[in-house]
């Protein structure tokens, strides 16, 4: 069955520091990748996607995301991170041939210190 | 003017009742979801239905049973409510899949639902 792992539950960093956030899905097929933030009480918001193309993918807020196939990732980078940055952040992967179905991972929870 | 719309946002029920919670999505969309998030943030697909015909439905008891209206609907019944039901549901709903590409998911504001 499909799965995705993200190996950080629990990430603090200062302001300005740099984000790299990592998830690693399993399937060996064709894959649809996603970032979605939750800002504290809030839903979830679509941060980037990838489809296929250049593996580097720009999103909202100054965040991007790097798809290496050879290693199953698609890691979440920030350079510089801000205190309103503090959320939860799931990694999702939609497996081409696999239905609708997207699966999340179990979240990665960041809080930026002022 | 909200894209997704659930209601209620709160809802706080004895055990045993039943109950159930509404979702609309004025995108035009085709497909829409159920998903149920934990306590630990952990979020799991419950139901999916695209053009009102059910497409997922994964391993929920069968008290939870959903209905689509129309394509711009999706509700979802809970009987016989139980303390584990505690949980935030969120509606969602999507493109479905064009040309092998799914365009992600855009959330409502969820209901968090509390059983005492």
């Known amino acids: 069955a499909q799965s995705v792992s993200q190996h950080n539950h629990h990430v603090i960093l200062s302001e300005a520091a740099s984000l790299e956030l990592g998830c690693n899905y399993s399937?060996?097929?064709?894959?649809?990748l996603f970032w979605y933030v939750q800002y504290p009480g809030q839903h979830l918001q679509l941060l980037l996607k990838?489809?296929?193309?250049?593996?580097l993918v720009k999103g909202i807020k100054g965040f991007e995301a790097e798809f290496i196939k050879s290693k199953f990732s698609f890691n979440l980078r920030k350079p510089s991170v801000q205190w309103s940055d503090t959320a939860e952040y799931f990694c999702?992967?939609?497996?081409?041939?696999?239905?609708?179905?997207?699966?999340f991972g179990a979240g990665t929870r960041l809080f930026v210190k002022a | 003017d909200t894209a997704v719309s659930q209601t209620p946002k709160y809802l706080v029920t004895q055990m045993g009742n039943d109950k159930s919670i509404k979702c609309e999505q004025n995108?035009?969309?085709?497909?829409m979801y159920w998903y149920k998030q934990d306590s630990k943030k952990f979020l799991k697909i419950m139901f999916s239905?695209?053009?009102?015909?059910?497409?997922i439905n994964e391993t929920v008891p069968n008290r939870f049973s959903p209905k689509s209206p129309d394509k711009a609907h999706l509700n979802l019944h809970i009987n016989s409510l139980e303390l584990g039901d505690s949980a935030v549901y969120f509606c969602?709903?999507?493109?479905?899949?064009?040309?092998?590409?799914?365009?992600?998911?855009?959330f409502g504001s969820g209901t968090r639902l509390t059983v005492v």
């Open positions: 969602a709903s999507s493109l479905g899949r064009v040309a092998q590409r799914d365009y992600g998911y855009t």
């Open positions: 399937y060996g097929g064709t894959v649809n």
């Open positions: 239905y695209n053009n009102k015909e059910l497409i």
């Open positions: 990838y489809f296929s193309g250049d593996p």
């Open positions: 999702a992967v939609n497996t081409v041939g696999g239905g609708f179905k997207t699966i």
């Open positions: 995108l035009g969309h085709d497909t």
